[in-house]
């Protein structure tokens, strides 16, 4: 049996990060620029954490920057290995990201709102090197790009899964309790979270550790 990829986002320090590594994170996540969202971390500080991460660890910049001029010069600051689009483009094309940033991956946020994103996933796939598939919204008047703490369809999420070449990370409302059986529901390549495993804001050891044994007992069942 494939082994799910567990990547823990809105990373706010070096230490948090260095944590999550400790129990298992495949990659870590660091939000730029998100506004009204309480996990975003200055250039700066993405920039530090990455340059110091263990080789072999993928380092996501998540934006929601929805023009490629500007998402380039993001990660040109910030090099992480790996851009997370939360908003499509409006200005420039995948193409255009891939041949002025060689050698970094590009993942696509789906939202999961209804069956529309199953087509919307099969149209984006080919042109990505890996999707994540969360719930909120891109609706102008309730936009709501991720961190929402709140589950979607995982139905919706496995027909996904099973109809795109790429890897699929599942998002959305994760947490100790109930990753098994969306692992064993989705069969994603990986689980991606944050409130999940904080309390009060911060990273909580102990949601880590259950998260992570939730995730290998899922492994192996």
């Given at each position: 049996m494939a082994v799910t990829r567990v990547k823990i986002c809105c990373m706010?320090?070096?230490?948090?990060?260095?944590?999550?590594v400790r129990y298992g994170a495949a990659a870590v996540g660091m939000i730029s620029a998100v506004p009204s969202n309480p996990w975003v971390l200055a250039e700066e500080r993405i920039a530090d954490i990455v340059a110091r991460l263990p080789p072999g660890v993928a380092s996501f910049l998540v934006t929601i920057s929805q023009e490629v001029a500007a998402i380039i010069a993001q990660q040109r600051r910030c090099h992480a290995n790996t851009v997370q689009l939360?908003?499509?483009?409006?200005?420039?094309?995948?193409?255009?990201?891939?041949?002025?940033l060689p050698g970094v991956r590009i993942v696509q946020v789906i939202h999961v709102t209804g069956e529309e994103?199953?087509?919307?996933?099969?149209?984006?796939?080919?042109?990505?090197?890996g999707l994540v598939l969360d719930s909120g919204s891109r609706d102008p008047l309730h936009k709501q790009l991720g961190a929402t703490g709140q589950t979607h369809d995982w139905h919706i999420s496995s027909r996904i899964c099973r109809a795109v070449g790429v890897p699929v990370f599942l998002a959305?409302?994760?947490n100790p309790t109930n990753v098994a059986d969306a692992i064993r529901q989705?069969?994603?390549?990986?689980?991606?979270?944050?409130?999940?495993?904080?309390?009060?804001?911060?990273?909580?050891?102990e949601k880590v550790r259950a998260f992570f044994a939730a995730v290998n007992l899922a492994n192996t069942t």
């Open positions: 706010q320090s070096y230490d948090e990060a260095m944590m999550a939360g908003d499509r483009l409006t200005d420039g094309t995948y193409q255009e990201l891939r041949a002025a994103a199953l087509q919307e996933a099969q149209l984006v796939a080919p042109q990505v090197d959305g409302g994760l989705v069969r994603p390549y990986g689980v991606d979270l944050c409130t999940g495993v904080r309390t009060d804001g911060r990273l909580d050891e």
